[in-house]
């Protein structure tokens, strides 16, 4: 599944922005959906991830309570809601697929974005 990330941009710390992942011509209903990020010099981590069916959500320790994963699967749509957003938030955000199960690896995710770069400043 090809997929393409939206929505990154320059804003600053305490605001808020709104990822968007699109999935062209190719249904994900039956794919968990995941946000990963990179920022320099590190490497990619998990963010967030929605179970195939919207039921189930995870989340990293450092963006809970903060972020929030949604899908439209009818849309063929997922999106992350970024809010209070801090300078260590800065990074390369990329959306991620898999078939079915929940999971935070990305060894699991067969599908990627390119990327959407996210800055936040002090």
């Known amino acids: 599944v090809q997929l393409q990330a939206s929505g990154g941009g320059l804003v600053q710390a305490g605001g808020s922005l709104r990822l968007s992942c699109a999935a062209p011509g190719r249904t994900l209903s039956t794919y968990t959906k995941g946000w990963f990020r990179q920022a320099p010099g590190k490497e990619r981590e998990f963010v967030a991830a929605?179970?195939?069916?919207?039921?189930?959500?995870d989340y990293s320790d450092s963006v809970k309570g903060r972020f929030t994963i949604s899908s439209d699967n009818a849309k063929n749509m997922v999106y992350l809601q970024m809010n209070s957003l801090k300078p260590e938030d800065t990074a390369v955000y990329y959306c991620?697929?898999?078939?079915?199960?929940?999971?935070?690896?990305?060894?699991?995710?067969?599908?990627w974005g390119q990327g959407t770069q996210v800055t936040v400043s002090s």
């Open positions: 991620a697929a898999r078939k079915w199960q929940l999971s935070r690896d990305r060894a699991d995710f067969g599908s």
């Open positions: 929605i179970s195939w069916n919207g039921g189930n959500m």
